[in-house]
């Protein structure tokens, strides 16, 4: 929270919303041109009560692109409930430089990279993959997606379509967690990481070796993620030791 002074940010328009479940939605955006690199976010904010709420959210689109964000509500939250209350043409205030260390500049060299997901933590993913960059870096790419329903499995016909063209370099592996889901691993992913699901869905061996690993979104699974990975040497990566673990906590 901060105060309600809003000179310095800029008005965004939402241009469109399309809806993916009831508490699921892809927002995109008219009047942010900064530049960014695909893993940043953006900061909404709107005045509320006297105080500037402002939150942030990992940008989805490719750099270059209208601003495309993708939010689940929060039923009982400060933002999310006037987020999904927007209508195309609706305005709401957004810092206009992109923050955030989230990127590939910060990863490594390695064969492979894994792209680990929760819900909305997808998004920083599809940045990259949209942006593309990531190929000229790793000859492999797991988007490993967990979530509670099938239907929370957004951008599902997009990510497939990318991994038919990949001729094999991108591994799409969905989860769901609640109910089973046709072509998605049933469960946690925490367990399919122990059991050899994962793995064996995506057809590589996670090593410290051979893989880089970033993981976004719920903090509860990234912990338990970074635990598993620890035990296999794989370490989170500092500018000083360097590791082969990196995480972005939504909250
Ligand atoms: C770097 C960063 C990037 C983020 N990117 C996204 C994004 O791309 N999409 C997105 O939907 N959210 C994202 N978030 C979370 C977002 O900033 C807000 O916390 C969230 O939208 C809730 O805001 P609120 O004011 O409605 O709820 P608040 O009143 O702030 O309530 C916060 C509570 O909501 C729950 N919560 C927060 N985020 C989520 C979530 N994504 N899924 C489920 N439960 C959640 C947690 O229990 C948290 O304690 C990001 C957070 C960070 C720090």
């Not at 709401?92 to 990127?103: I, N």
């Not at 690993?213 to 040497?233: F, I």
């Amino acid at each position: 929270m901060g105060e309600a002074t809003t000179e310095d940010w800029i008005e965004l328009r939402l241009g469109n919303r399309r809806d993916w479940a009831e508490q699921l939605a892809t927002f995109v955006f008219d009047g942010w041109e900064a530049d960014f690199d695909a893993g940043q976010y953006v900061t909404l904010a709107k005045p509320i009560d006297g105080s500037l709420i402002q939150r942030h959210y990992s940008i989805a689109s490719r750099p270059g692109d209208p601003l495309e964000l993708y939010l689940t509500i929060v039923p009982e939250g400060a933002l999310t409930p006037y987020l999904f209350a927007m209508e195309p043409g609706d305005h709401l205030l957004c810092w206009p430089g992109p923050r955030g260390k989230f990127t590939l500049d910060k990863v490594p060299d390695a064969r492979d990279l894994w792209l680990v997901g929760t819900g909305t933590g997808l998004a920083p993913f599809l940045s990259m993959l949209r942006d593309g960059k990531v190929w000229q870096r790793f000859e492999h790419v797991v988007l490993v997606h967990s979530v509670r329903f099938g239907e929370d499995l957004g951008y599902r016909a997009e990510i497939e379509e990318m991994a038919e063209k990949s001729a094999g370099r991108l591994r799409y592996v969905p989860a769901t967690s609640r109910e089973g889901s046709d072509g998605a691993i049933e469960g946690r992913i925490t367990v399919a990481l122990d059991d050899g699901r994962l793995e064996a869905m995506a057809g590589l061996s996670l090593t410290a070796t051979e893989s880089q690993v970033m993981l976004c979104g719920n903090p509860a699974m990234l912990e338990d993620m970074k635990t598993r990975l620890e035990s296999r040497g794989m370490l989170i990566h500092r500018k000083f030791r360097p590791g082969c673990v990196h995480m972005e906590k939504y909250w």
